[in-house]
């Protein structure tokens, strides 16, 4: 099955558990977006890329002109459309597509974000090029995601547990990685700020609805690692984990 193909169905089978999950409905990464967007010189017009259950999205509607939720699976954006008419969000519309080939004009957004996405993306440079592209030229552009380690043991390790528990995974960038691939796709960035995500382990292997046999390989993996591995993680008895966020901000 091809890459992207594996992500919508993945995201699909699971969109619902999206909308709920703690992880991703709360933080404040949430608030900084909606500020970031208030602040600008007039209302914004936003594309929210790989928007998932569109907490993003939400985050800025009060504060936008418009609001796009772009994703791959369909399913997720029946749950975005669903919800944003529950919340009063009218300035918000949904589109599927890929994020390496946006179907928009030239300089159409005054603001770009994505929010735990660009882990799944089959090519960020190709995104990146696209997000340059749609952006206004004084415009801003939101990366919030997991960001790897640079330790490459604590790098690996992180990667294996990812993948075995969601196939749809692709790589979880360091922060040094970021700058540089968003300094060769013709952006200024800076880190914002990064934060220690805990990751309760029974619910976030169920979000996925993670086989079994996976699971166990997960559990072996974190239990077997080396011991600074184990330190930097802080994983605990249940096998529950931290993981490294962080916030950028870019701009053409």
């Known amino acids: ?33 909606r500020d970031i967007a208030a602040s600008l010189p007039k209302r914004p017009v936003v594309l929210d890329l790989g928007c998932g259950a569109g907490h993003a999205s939400f985050a800025v509607a009060p504060v936008a002109e418009s609001v796009t939720a772009y994703d791959l699976s369909p399913e997720m954006l029946n749950v975005v459309a ?68 640079e330790t490459p043991l604590h790098d690996t390790t992180l990667q294996a547990v990812e993948l075995l528990r969601d196939a749809s995974h692709v790589r979880d960038y360091r922060r040094s990685e970021w700058t540089h691939m968003l300094s060769e796709a013709g952006f200024s960035s800076e880190p914002g700020y990064g934060w220690k995500l805990r990751m309760q382990f029974d619910e976030w292997t169920a979000r996925m609805r993670t086989p079994a046999e996976r699971v166990t390989a997960i559990r072996s993996l974190l239990r077997n690692a080396p011991e600074e591995t184990r330190r930097y993680f802080a994983v605990e008895a249940d096998d529950s984990f931290t993981i490294d966020s962080s916030l950028f901000i870019a701009r053409p």
């Open 82 to 149: 669903d919800a944003a008419r529950e919340r009063g969000h009218h300035n918000l519309v949904t589109r599927q597509g890929n994020v390496a080939s946006l179907p928009f004009d030239d300089a159409s957004m005054c603001m770009v974000i994505t929010r735990f996405s660009a882990h799944h993306w089959l090519d960020v440079p190709a995104a990146l090029r696209e997000v340059r592209r749609v952006l206004k030229p004084r415009g801003v552009f939101v990366i919030i995601d997991i960001t790897a380690p």
């Open 1 to 33: 099955m091809q890459q992207q193909a594996v992500v919508a169905q993945q995201f699909g089978n699971t969109a619902s558990a999206y909308l709920t999950s703690t992880v991703h409905a709360q933080g404040a990464d949430l608030t900084r977006l």
